[in-house]
Nanobody
């Protein structure tokens, strides 16, 4: 069973930065699309960023501020977040979906096939 291990959450002031990481020891993450999602109190869960073979994807609110990357050697996916805003306050979840296809983040999301989820990590942005 795929186990996703998340780390990097915390509290920062507006304009600050954080980097989240997600790893799955013992699994070849190159066979998966890896996505970051978030859910704020009273709001629906929304996609933030995703990486799959051949592409990366960012939500509009994340463009220019967030970067997603993968280190194949360590089977770890990172999301660097800069210029954080109070509206970024949420629980952030790492998710994985198996895919034999490249450029498959959007397809997996549309099909609801992000089948593996981490437990979430809280990010709070406030003064």
């Amino acid at each position: 069973q795929l186990q996703l291990v998340e780390s990097g959450g915390g509290s920062v002031q507006p304009g600050g930065s954080l980097t989240l990481s997600c790893s799955a020891p013992g699994f070849a993450l190159e066979d998966f699309a890896l996505g970051w999602f978030r859910q704020a109190p009273g709001k629906k869960r929304e996609g933030v960023a995703c990486v799959s073979f051949g592409s990366t994807n960012l939500a509009e609110f994340a463009r220019g501020r967030f970067t997603i990357s993968r280190d194949s050697a360590s089977n770890t996916v990172y999301m660097e977040m800069n210029d954080l805003k109070p509206d970024d306050t949420a629980v952030y979840y790492c998710a994985a979906g198996y895919t034999p296809y490249p450029d498959s983040c959007k397809l997996l999301a549309e099909l609801g096939r992000f089948d593996y989820w981490g437990q979430g990590t809280q990010i709070t942005v406030s003064s």
